[in-house]
């Protein structure tokens, strides 16, 4: 992705409820396999404004 880039995740919770967030890329967001084998993405959450690690162990996540 690319810095000071802005996209919007949707992801499905446990529960099935789908969310949409509005999120940018930063210098600080990363996307990284964690030792357990599973895919995550950190990214700025502009609606929460903080940090999000979002992750395949237990629901997916798509960007557009």
């Known amino acids: 992705m690319i810095n ?7 992801y499905t919770k446990l529960n099935g409820e789908s ?3 509005n ?3 930063t210098d600080n967001c990363k ?3 964690a030792k357990a084998g599973h ?3 950190t990214y700025l ?8 690690t979002a992750t395949d162990k ?3 996540w798509s960007i557009k």
């Open 39 to 41: 895919a995550c993405l």
């Open 19 to 21: 969310v949409t967030r």
């Open 31 to 33: 996307e990284f396999i």
């Open 4 to 10: 000071n880039q802005t996209f919007k995740i949707t």
């Open 58 to 60: 237990i629901t997916s």
């Open 23 to 25: 999120g940018k890329w």
């Open 45 to 52: 959450d502009l609606d929460a404004d903080g940090y999000r």
